[in-house]
């Protein structure tokens, strides 16, 4: 069942993707649209692909990698799933923006509401402006200011939430981002990820000015950090006796960890709802699309229906739009326990093989979300906030990512973000990483802290 490993075997080759980034550099910052894009946390050329297809990748070079990125989670199916192309393409061949509300907004739309315990819903262009919207609501409609958030959860680049922020926050160590003025976090409260405590103290003193919590559902940007039992559902209890809102952030959740989000796995069953929700990535198929919803009379007080504004030259974009739908539509149960299980698979092998070469690591999972921490302390056998999460060997993470590279592998170049992969991820797939690990393994055993 192994496929030949053909381009991915020739390592040597990257000089497409060292002169790409060399006219990157020169027009734009750092030469990426998106921070960790540039391998700073690793060190290295940022590999340039030029194509995908199911679960594999290919670059500028020619070297084909298995994708365990995934596009940061929307490539739920697999790259190029050819009924979401064709949809595309038909779309765009009837117009690419219209600027006016269309059919398959509404689609879009009805199906979210379908799967999640949303009443309405507003689309969006990103997870960021989703979050950035939601909060707005939020103090709009409670009329208070203060926002509580936790260390480590990431919510986009939205100036509020940055403070204590997960994702390229954590994986360049910045305390906080230049360019936000004080005034915008003050009104912020971030707390420790997973303590009840420091959340009931926050809310004994500032009870009735807080407008409302937002959490990551299951936190995927320290690394995978999943609620401990109950979490969730004690801030939604919390926020409704204290008139605060509870938002829940399902961005890199939702439509991925199964049909109706981490919510199916926790207030579906535990009988709670979040009073709105946000969600992205695979809801745009590949495309950019997001969105946030909820209770019915807080998202009345939208405009235009109410004071709350908010606004989107290309919200609802059909193209953008065609490509979430056919993909949500193609995400049946099938789909999620092909993910399930080549997400615990993946994990499984990965761990296995760091403990054979003595690698000291904690590999956690939420759902089909799943990261390795190389902690070393051995008191430590979970992580359960960004604390714990910054406690490792940045150095051993480095050396097996540029290993599994090497042989055909594309894992997350940081250690504080989650692996993802897809219903593509068969076994061909599968044995091609599991042939790389022993060796990625071995060089993450001997990595020397200063080794770049
Ligand atoms: C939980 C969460 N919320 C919000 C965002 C921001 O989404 P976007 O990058 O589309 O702005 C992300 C991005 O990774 C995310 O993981």
Redesign the pocket.
Known sequence: MNRPLTRSANRSSTAASRALFERARSVTPGGVN?PVRAFRAVGGTPRFMVSGRGPYLTDADGNEYVDCVCS??PMLLGHAHPEVVDAVVAAASRGTSFGTPSEPEVALAEEIVARTPVDSVRLVS??????MSAVRLARGFTGRDLVVKFAG?????VDALLADAG?GVTTFGLPGTSGVPAAATAATLVLPYNDRAAVAAAFSRYGDAIAAVIT?AAA??MGVVAPLAGFNGFLAEICARHGALFIS?????GFRVGRSGWWGLDGAAEGWTPDLL?F??VMGGGF?A?AFGGRADVMAELAPEGPVYQAGTLSGNPVATTAGLTTLRLADDAVYARVDVAAATLCAMTSDALREAGVAHVAQAAGNLFSVFFVSDPEVNAVHDLAGARRQELHRHRAFFHAMLERGVYLPPSAFEAWFVSAAHDNAALDRVHEALPAAAAAAATATPDER
Request: net charge negative; with cysteine.
């Open positions: 998106s940061w989670g990103s997870g960021t402006e989703a979050t959860c990431y919510h986009g680049h994702s990551e995927g940007n952030d399902e961005v890199m959740t946000t992205g990535k950019p997001a």
